[in-house]
Nanobody, 115 residues
Framework: QVQLVESGGGLVQAGGSLRLSCAASGNVFSFNIMGWYRQAPGKQRESVASISSGGITDYANSVKDRFTISKDNANNTVSLQMNSLKPEDTAVYYC?????????WGKGTLVTVSS
């Protein structure tokens, strides 16, 4: 059983920063991919950023040069540093883990960016 617990959401003004963290516990394979998705009201869930256990990263075009994803393999944690936040970044952010071909999701954390 794998559990993901997110933290770090909140309210911030446009141009501000937030840092999200996600900790995975349970039977997590050493080779895995962790990442963040988000879902804004009335929109589909979309990928924001991901990072493999080997350190390969991928970002959505909308967040490149503003967001940075990082991973601590020893502790199975992933973080998302979000800078220069925009109102359109407002969404529920979900942590995602792919381990041994199984996809796990966190419950989500709300990020609200005011203009």
């Amino acid at each position: 059983q794998v559990q993901l617990v997110e933290s770090g959401g909140g309210l911030v003004q446009a141009g501000g920063s937030l840092r999200l963290s996600c900790a995975a516990s349970g039977n997590v394979f050493s080779f895995n991919i962790m990442g963040w998705y988000r879902q804004a009201p009335g929109k589909q869930r979309e990928s924001v950023a991901s990072i493999s256990s080997g350190g390969i990263t991928d970002y959505a075009n909308s967040v490149k040069d503003r967001f940075t994803i990082s991973k601590d393999n020893a502790n199975n944690t992933v973080s998302l540093q979000m800078n220069s936040l925009k109102p359109e970044d407002t969404a529920v952010y979900y942590c995602r883990l792919v381990s041994a071909g199984i996809i796990y999701w966190g419950k989500g954390t709300l990020v609200t960016v005011s203009s």
